[in-house]
C-alpha cells in the first residue's frame, strides 16, 4: 500500500458535500429532461466524489490531455452524474446540465464523444472495461506513463461475458494501471441482479481472474480515499456495495425506478432535504494535475517507407499480403500497432508480431475483447490499432464495433478467410455476412483488396482514414494484377479489362476478380466480350464509374461476390434504376 494519509474531517465532509450537489445536480437533470436515470446516479455519487476530487489527476479545464488520468463511464445510463461532476470541477456550466438529453445539447442521455471528457461512447452494457483495458495497456507499455484508468461498472452488466473477457485480459497482462469500480447497487432494470448484495461472492470471482478485489462501503468517503490508495502489482476491483437510488427515500433500494426521473414535486421535496445535508464547509477541492510524462505523439500521415515490390503474375494471398504491409508500415511510426484474436498465423499479423513484438497484442479467442481494447488503444489518437481474426468472427463483436463508431474511433478490422472461398473449412469458418454488417457502420470505410499490390495500399489508406475501417482479405493465392506504381484511393474503382465492344460489364471483387478475368479470356475465345471492374472499396462505392461503364453496355451490368445475396452492392440497382 501506498503511504496513505487519512484525509481532514474537513475535506471529507467537502468530499460527503460534493457527493449530495452530484445527487442534487442528477435529479435537477432528469426531472427538467422528463426522462434519464436518476436512482442509477445516486447509486454512485461518493464514488464520483472521492474518485474525481481525492484520487485522480487531471486538468479540468483540458479533459483530453495525454497525461490526464481516464475515466470510463461503463453504466453508462448513469450519464447525469457524470455531467454533474464536469460542472462540480468547473468544465460546464451548472445551468448547461438543464438541456441534458435536448436536441441541441450535446449532454446526451449516454456519454458520447462530442463531449470533450469522454473517450469512448458507452451505453451498451458490458463494453466500457474492455476499452479501459485498451487505455491501460497503452499507458503501461506505449507511452510507459503515469496516468492511471478508472472504470465504474454498475452491477447489472456483470453478467454481460464481455467483462469477463476483459477482466482475463487486465489480469494476464499485468495491467496495474487499471481500476475498476463495481457499483453493487442490488438492483437491475426490471429485477434483482444475481447475486444481489452478495459482495462476497463478487470479490471471489474478481480475485479468481487473477484482480485484487476489495470491499468497500461504496456510500463511505473515507473507505473509498482509503481503498483508491491500495495499489498493487496487478489490476484493482473495488466492489463498492451501495443503495440504487440512495438520497431518494421513495427510490432507495425499490425496484420500478430504474429509468425514472421524479416528478417536479417529488424532486422539489427531495432536493430540499439533500440540500439540508450540506454543511456549510469553505474548503473547495481541486483535483491534484497529472504527471507530464505521456510522450507527444503525432499519427497523421502514416505512409508506407517504400512503394509495393511484387511482381505481375507471381501469386500471393491477400492476407499474407496484409501482414507483410502491416510490418512495413510498422516501420514507418512506433505508433501502428497489431491485435489478434489467436489466429495470426492464419491472418499473417504473426509477420507484424516478428518484426515488432513490442507492438502486438495477443487478445486470445475474445472478439468482442480484442475489439473494445482495440478502441481504448486508439483513445485520444494514441495509437493506429488494426485488430485481426477471421472475418466470419468478427459477427460476435458486431455491438462492440457499432459502439466504437458511435465513439467515433479510427480502429482498421482486417477479416481473413472470407467468403465460400475458403472451401473445405466449411461454412461456420465462411465470413458470408461481413460486408453487409460493415456496410451497415455509418462510419465505416470497407476495403476489398485482390491482390497484393492494392492489399498494400488497402492498409495505406486505412491508416490513414476516419472512422470504422475494414479490410476483407481471402485464404488464396491469387495473382498479382497491379503494377506497383498504381494509385489507389478510396471509393475509386479500376477498369481492369475491357475493349471497345464489350457486351457486359462484370463487377468482382477478390477472388471473384481473378474468377471474372478468366472468365473474360475464356469468353473472348467464343467472341464475347466482357469488361471487368475491380470496385477496391466497396463502402463507399465508385457508382460514377460502375454506371459510366454500364451505359456504354448498355445497360448490361454484372456482379460476382463471394457474400450472401442480403449483402449484395444494392446501391449500384438503386442507381441503375434512378438511371
Not at 468530499?15 to 422528463?34: C, F, H, P, Q
Not at 507511452?143 to 489480469?171: H, I, N, P, Q, T
Not at 507492438?359 to 479467442?365: D, F, L, M, V
Not at 457486351?503 to 472468365?519: D, F, P
Amino acid at each position: 500500500m501506498e503511504d496513505y494519509h487519512k484525509p481532514d474531517q474537513q475535506t471529507l465532509q467537502t468530499l460527503r458535500n460534493i457527493a449530495n450537489r452530484l445527487r442534487i445536480n442528477s435529479i435537477k437533470a432528469t426531472t427538467a429532461a422528463g426522462s434519464g436515470h436518476p436512482s442509477s446516479c445516486c447509486s454512485a455519487a461518493e464514488i464520483m466524489s472521492v474518485l474525481f476530487f481525492h484520487t485522480m489527476k487531471y486538468k479540468p479545464e483540458d479533459p483530453r490531455n495525454p497525461n490526464n488520468d481516464r475515466f470510463v463511464l461503463s453504466k453508462g445510463h448513469a450519464a447525469p452524474v457524470l455531467y454533474a461532476v464536469w460542472a462540480e470541477a468547473g468544465y460546464l456550466k451548472e445551468s448547461e446540465l438543464l438541456n441534458l438529453r435536448k436536441i441541441d445539447s450535446v449532454l446526451e442521455g449516454h456519454p458520447v464523444p462530442k463531449q470533450q471528457f469522454v473517450d469512448v461512447a458507452t451505453g451498451s452494457l458490458g463494453q466500457g472495461l474492455g476499452a479501459a483495458c485498451g487505455m491501460a495497456y497503452t499507458g503501461k507499455y506505449f507511452d510507459k506513463a503515469s496516468y492511471r484508468v478508472y472504470c465504474l461498472l454498475g452491477d447489472g452488466e456483470l453478467s454481460e461475458g464481455a467483462v469477463w473477457e476483459a477482466m482475463a485480459f487486465a489480469s494476464f497482462y499485468q495491467l496495474d494501471n487499471l481500476v475498476a469500480i463495481l457499483d453493487i447497487n442490488r438492483l437491475g432494470q426490471s429485477d434483482p441482479t444475481p447475486l444481489q448484495h452478495q459482495v462476497e461472492k463478487y470479490q471471489r470471482r474478481c480475485e479468481a481472474f487473477g484482480w485484487n478485489a476489495i470491499v468497500v462501503d461504496g456510500h463511505s468517503v473515507e473507505e473509498l480515499c482509503k481503498v483508491f490508495c491500495q495499489a498493487k502489482h496487478q489490476p484493482t476491483a473495488i466492489i463498492a456495495k451501495t443503495i440504487k437510488g440512495k438520497g431518494i427515500p421513495v427510490a432507495e433500494d425499490k425496484l420500478g425506478w430504474h429509468g425514472k426521473p421524479l416528478p417536479k414535486d417529488m424532486a422539489d421535496a427531495v432536493l430540499k432535504e439533500l440540500h439540508s445535508r450540506i454543511l456549510n464547509n469553505n474548503k473547495r477541492l481541486c483535483p491534484a494535475l497529472p504527471i507530464d510524462d505521456a510522450p507527444s505523439v503525432n499519427i497523421r500521415n502514416i505512409r508506407m517507407p517504400s512503394p509495393p515490390s511484387y511482381k505481375p503474375g507471381e501469386k500471393i494471398a491477400t492476407r499474407k499480403a496484409y501482414g507483410v504491409a502491416l510490418a512495413k508500415l510498422g516501420r514507418s511510426s512506433d505508433r501502428v500497432i497489431a491485435l489478434d484474436g489467436d489466429t495470426k498465423n492464419s491472418t499473417f499479423s504473426e509477420i507484424f508480431k516478428n518484426e515488432h513484438p513490442s507492438r502486438y497484442i495477443e487478445c486470445y479467442i475474445a472478439e468482442q475483447n480484442m475489439v473494445g481494447v482495440a478502441v481504448g488503444c486508439a483513445a485520444r489518437d494514441r495509437t493506429v490499432a488494426f485488430a485481426s481474426t477471421f472475418a466470419t468472427f468478427f459477427t460476435r463483436a458486431y455491438d462492440q464495433i457499432r459502439m466504437a463508431a458511435i465513439s467515433e474511433s479510427n480502429i482498421n478490422l482486417v477479416g481473413s478467410h472470407c467468403g465460400i472461398s475458403i472451401g473445405e473449412d466449411g461454412p461456420s469458418q465462411m465470413g458470408l455476412e461481413d460486408l453487409a454488417m460493415f456496410r451497415a457502420i455509418p462510419t465505416a470505410t470497407v476495403f476489398y483488396p485482390c491482390d497484393g499490390v492494392s492489399t498494400e495500399k488497402a492498409v495505406e489508406l486505412a491508416a490513414n482514414t476516419k472512422g470504422i475501417c475494414f479490410i476483407r482479405t481471402s485464404r488464396p493465392e491469387n495473382t498479382v494484377i497491379y503494377n506497383n506504381n498504381e494509385d489507389f484511393r478510396v471509393g475509386q474503382a479500376k477498369v481492369v479489362y475491357q475493349s471497345k465492344d464489350d457486351h457486359v460489364t462484370v463487377i468482382g471483387a477478390g477472388v471473384t476478380l481473378h474468377e471474372a478475368l478468366s472468365a473474360a479470356e475464356q469468353l473472348k475465345k467464343e467472341r464475347i466480350n466482357i469488361r471487368v471492374i475491380d470496385p477496391f472499396t466497396i463502402k463507399p462505392l465508385d457508382a460514377k464509374t460502375i454506371l459510366e461503364h454500364g451505359k456504354a453496355t448498355r445497360g448490361r451490368i454484372l456482379t460476382v461476390e463471394d457474400h450472401y445475396y442480403e449483402g449484395k452492392t444494392e446501391q449500384i440497382g438503386a442507381h441503375k434504376e434512378n438511371g
